[in-house]
């Protein structure tokens, strides 16, 4: 019983961080918190990144947002931008497309797909024929 509990311990005392280079996240790991500031230098030099940032576990819609291929802008993460035409919009807590993706019909059906060459939404649905 005693060295599971101190798995169950060691897992809760692992710290997640995100692995900066140019503001991208370009990896996350996990470490345990005894081993982390002595490791530190070691893990930016081997990713040649320019930093290491914590994660806030307490921050939960922070933590979804910490993936490869994400953004860090210095104070909050961003997931990965869907397409460069896409805005972050505060409210939503998403990116968003510049247009809207358009309204359907009763009745209509509807599989909107980004075309980021023309900058709007393609209906890709196949037609039921009867």
């Not at 503001?23 to 930016?44: A, G, Q, R, T, W």
């Not at 802008?73 to 397409?83: A, E, N, Q, S, V």
């Not at 009745?107 to 009867?130: R, V």
């Amino acid at each position: 019983m005693d060295a599971i509990m101190t798995n169950v311990t060691n897992v809760f005392n692992n710290k997640k961080i995100a692995v900066i280079k140019d503001n991208n996240i370009i990896d996350v790991i996990l470490i345990s918190s005894e081993n982390y500031e002595s490791m530190k230098d070691s893990f930016i030099e081997h990713f040649s990144a320019d930093l290491l940032v914590e994660v806030e576990e307490n921050h939960c819609s922070e933590c979804a947002r910490v993936t490869v291929g994400g953004f860090y802008d210095g104070i909050r993460f961003y997931p990965p931008k869907r397409y460069p035409s896409w805005v972050w919009d505060e409210e939503e807590n998403d990116w968003i497309a510049p247009k809207s993706q358009p309204q359907l019909a009763d009745g209509e059906l509807a599989l909107w797909i980004w075309n980021e060459e023309l900058l709007e939404w393609e209906n890709k649905a196949t037609p039921i024929i009867e």
